[in-house]
């Protein structure tokens, strides 16, 4: 008789976004006329820029010749998009990277959960407290985390770093030694951002313990200021310490269309059982054996994002965001909340009045203000307490949004 795989079975049910949809719903059922104004979303609505859609019917004109038509795309990524990441994303910022060290996939998603297979069934991994649950999950289903305690929300062989107030919302570095530490800055949920100098902490840390650091640079694109690396091997040392996620989904729109890199540096190595091993190596052998590579016309539209045209687009779409995101923060502000974020991400995060806790203030706000956000507390106990505001709606709901909430 077969049998599930009780590591699936730990998981508790992700009821965050579910949750948020129902309430909505029975809002909008019982209040029809009621305007509800989404700031909860996590996904971008503009459209693909103009650059990317001519790549992409440049490219499925081709898949309709014989002669430029193109099956299996290598495992690894096509040379032009590896090469124009390498030089745009990394070697124009003096980052030392190679072609060969970047993997094309098709999303941060699926490489921040998959990344984990490549390390020892014991390893033990470090996350922020409140965090993008795909890397908890995903060690979860792998088995490495131990039990669950409901009342608390918490893993007995996780290491959580608490990031709220207190410490800026970054994370201090851990007691007990980690494996793997999960960092994603700029932010998602909390929008903050660390400094050079802040990273170059943590990847002294990782050489010094041995450590590997699984660096999610999604919101890269978001960063506003001088001081806020936007690769973690900008620092010096990363090389042997650090895998970083890449994402085209929150700068140029890419959440429908799937695409993503990871680069695993040649010099991340680690010897064992007499042997040097090259964390390239096995990343390599997995994309080899379970995956096919992303589709050629979508990394010809990751290849636009590139070209001089496609810079200046994109750059457009996010000051769109960043313009939404600066009103939500000064009005919250205004208002009298306590805000961080923003600055350097589509995200704003806010301490709730009156110690409400952050369902309690999800319910205040969808009731008396009909504006819709997500609490802190689905990202992870820290949160609680927090909530979370999105840029990613237009800009006239994001002002209605805030003239609603002042007057709460
Ligand atoms: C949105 C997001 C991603 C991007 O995921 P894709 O699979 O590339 O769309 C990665 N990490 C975080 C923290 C995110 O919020």
Redesign the pocket.
């Known amino acids: 008789m077969f049998k599930p795989n009780s590591d699936y079975l730990k998981l508790p049910g992700s009821y965050l976004f579910s949750t948020i949809a129902k309430k909505v719903n029975a809002y909008q059922q019982a209040n029809p006329d009621n305007k509800i104004i989404r700031l909860g979303i996590?996904?971008v609505t503009q459209p693909l820029c103009p650059a990317v859609i001519e790549a992409l019917h440049k490219a499925v004109d081709e898949q309709a010749v014989a002669e430029t038509f193109r099956g299996y795309a290598p495992d690894l990524g096509y040379d032009f998009l590896r090469h124009a990441m390498a030089e745009n994303d990394f070697r124009s910022r003096g980052c030392d990277i190679a072609d060969d060290e970047i993997f094309i996939s098709?999303?941060?998603?699926?490489?921040?959960g998959n990344i984990q297979e490549i390390f020892s069934q014991d390893a033990k991994i470090a996350v922020c407290d409140p965090v993008?649950p795909?890397y908890v999950d995903s060690n979860v289903m792998a088995g490495r985390t131990g039990d669950y305690d409901e009342s608390t929300g918490i893993w007995s062989n996780v290491i959580y770093m608490p990031c709220t107030a207190e410490n800026g919302f970054a994370p201090e570095l851990p007691k007990e030694t980690p494996d793997l530490i999960y960092l994603?800055f700029p932010?998602?949920?909390t929008g903050s951002a660390i400094t050079k100098d802040q990273l170059q902490v943590w990847v002294d840390y990782a050489n010094k313990v041995g450590a590997v650091i699984i660096f999610?640079a999604?919101?890269e694109a978001y960063i506003s200021e001088d001081n806020v690396p936007h690769s973690i091997y900008e620092c010096e040392g990363a090389r042997t310490c650090a895998i970083e996620?890449r994402?085209?989904?929150?700068n140029a729109g890419?959440?429908g269309l799937?695409?993503?890199a990871t680069i695993i540096p040649h010099d991340l190595t680690v010897d064992f059982e007499g042997k040097k091993v090259q964390m390239h190596s096995l990343w390599a052998r997995r994309h080899g054996t379970k995956y096919n590579g992303a589709p050629y016309i979508v990394q010809r539209a990751g290849e636009a994002c590139y070209t001089d045209a496609g810079k200046a687009q994109i750059k457009d779409m996010v000051a769109r965001y960043m313009k939404n995101a600066n009103y939500i923060l000064n009005g919250l502000k205004d208002a009298g909340y306590d805000v961080s974020g923003g600055v350097n991400s589509p995200y704003v995060w806010l301490r709730t009045p009156d110690n409400m806790t952050s369902w309690e203030f999800f319910d205040h706000l969808l009731e008396k203000a009909n504006v819709v956000g997500t609490p802190g507390s689905g990202f992870g106990p820290s949160g609680e307490h927090y909530f979370r505001l999105t840029a990613f709606g237009s800009y006239e709901n994001s002002v209605e949004a805030l003239e609603r909430i002042k007057k709460l």
């Not at 994402?247 to 929150?250: A, I, M, R, V, Y």
């Open positions: 996590g996904d098709d999303g941060a998603k699926s490489d921040s993008y795909v994603c932010n998602n949920p999610d999604a919101y996620l994402s085209f989904s929150k890419f959440t799937r695409l993503g």
